[in-house]
């Protein structure tokens, strides 16, 4: 039987969730859908899109991370690092709806709050060149 909802929340902590997920995710080693079923709580309808999104389109995200990531691995980069990039690189490619500054926004906030230091530059200089390539002006 399914987890029970979280309820209605908005897109920012939709967001958040699937960060954390995202990272859970890839230190576990599980596919999408069997996170998402283990959870107490089922996650939001938008947490659950993110997440299926960075899962089906994680070969070309990852090769975008990699191309603007200069001289940085995607191995070497920590590993909430990844997580919070692979989420807005979905965002970026797969919900025009949204607009770009708000995810930069929020994702240099997330690698500020959750990762190292330097996480939030590093995070905001790699979108702002994805930005450009995915959404040109």
Known sequence: MPAPAAGNIGRREARDRAVQLTYEREQRG???DDLIAEQVLAPDAYTSTLLAG??????????????FSTGWP?????????AVLRVA???LGHEPEI????????AVEFANTYSTDDSGKFVNGLLSAVSQELRPS
């Open 54 to 67: 960075v899962e089906r389109h994680m070969d070309q995200i990852d090769g975008l991370i990699t191309r």
């Open 99 to 106: 607009p770009a500054a708000v995810i930069l926004n929020e």
């Open 74 to 82: 995607l191995q070497r980069m920590p590993a909430l690092d990844r």
């Open 30 to 32: 599980l596919g999408a």
């Open 89 to 91: 690189v979905y965002e």
